[in-house]
């Protein structure tokens, strides 16, 4: 069984735009052409690869296509760049998506995806999510390469340590005055309202819990967005984790207090592909040497 390289690329322009309309106007193409060539690969492997949902979604083996569909693109543009000397070999830049937590984007990651936009025809589409569930974007073929907090190596990925983001439990001082007048501990904790990012954000929860409280039961804002998440600790919405990047300037000049407790360390890991992409390799060069100047030390492996 072969699976013909112009409909999984087909394939992969459908995921990428979100429906068959979307993915024929990249493809400068009918949406019945892009539906009749899905039909045919489905047709040709025996097994439906996207459930028509908008945006459209693969099934496992759609995500496998999907997954060759990429490396093809990535070697492909290694392959045009090694006959020019260059990237001005390709016609077009190489998309390349790429997984990574809010934290890091919000702070140090983007400028190394702009010193190699640079130096490479290339452009990114960053799949935000929370740290612990970056490396799912991997095992799915969604993104290449991914900030993680996972230290084992996903399936078919080579891992390398970025660093350690600290966070440090923060308020306002007029936050504290009312809520924890006596001091910031489990129990005043236990009832004082707090941020978080979202549903799955659990580093307050994680602290409470190092305190010795319930995480599950004070009352909680829900702020989705990481410059916005500082914001409203800030505002004095409520207690929160802030890394150094977004606390250092105000807890130095007493807008922020530091409620105690320890600090919570998240070891942060760069995964991808294992394909040997000059491309890429350049990309986890770029990203690996700004996490070095932005973070505290690689965790000891």
Request: charged share 25%.
């Amino acid at each position: 069984m072969q699976i013909p390289l112009d409909l999984a690329r087909t394939l992969a322009a459908v995921v990428d735009a979100g429906t068959l309309e979307a993915a024929a106007a990249e493809l400068s193409i009918t949406p019945s052409a892009v539906s009749q060539r899905l039909k045919q690969l489905e047709q040709r492997l025996g097994r439906v690869l996207v459930v028509r949902s908008k945006p459209v979604r693969t099934t496992e083996a759609g995500a496998a296509v999907v997954r060759l569909a990429r490396q093809l693109a990535l070697l492909e543009h290694d392959a045009l760049a090694a006959f020019g000397g260059d990237d001005a070999a390709s016609a077009r830049p190489t998309t390349v998506p790429l997984a990574v937590n809010a934290d890091s984007l919000g702070t140090w990651f983007l400028p190394a995806l702009a010193r190699i936009a640079e130096r490479h025809r290339v452009v990114f589409d960053l799949h935000r999510d929370d740290q612990d569930f970056t490396a799912e974007l991997l095992e799915s073929g969604t993104v290449m390469g991914a900030v993680t907090s996972r230290a084992a190596a996903v399936a078919g990925c080579v891992v390398r340590p970025l660093g350690v983001m600290r966070y440090t439990a923060v308020a306002t001082p007029g936050w504290v005055a009312r809520w924890c007048p006596e001091g910031a501990d489990a129990a005043a904790l236990a009832d004082a309202p707090r941020v978080d990012f979202d549903r799955r954000d659990d580093l307050q929860g994680e602290y409470l819990r190092l305190l010795g409280t319930d995480a599950a039961e004070p009352p909680r804002h829900y702020v989705p967005a990481s410059n916005d998440f500082a914001t409203a600790v800030k505002l004095g919405l409520g207690w929160g984790l802030l890394p150094g990047f977004q606390s250092d300037d105000e807890l130095a000049d007493g807008r922020l207090v530091a409620l105690g407790g320890p600090p919570i360390d998240v070891p942060l890991y760069w995964q991808q592909w294992n394909l040997g992409s000059p491309l890429l390799d350049a990309i986890a060069e770029g990203i690996t040497a700004e996490a070095r100047r932005a973070l505290r030390r690689p965790p000891v492996e």
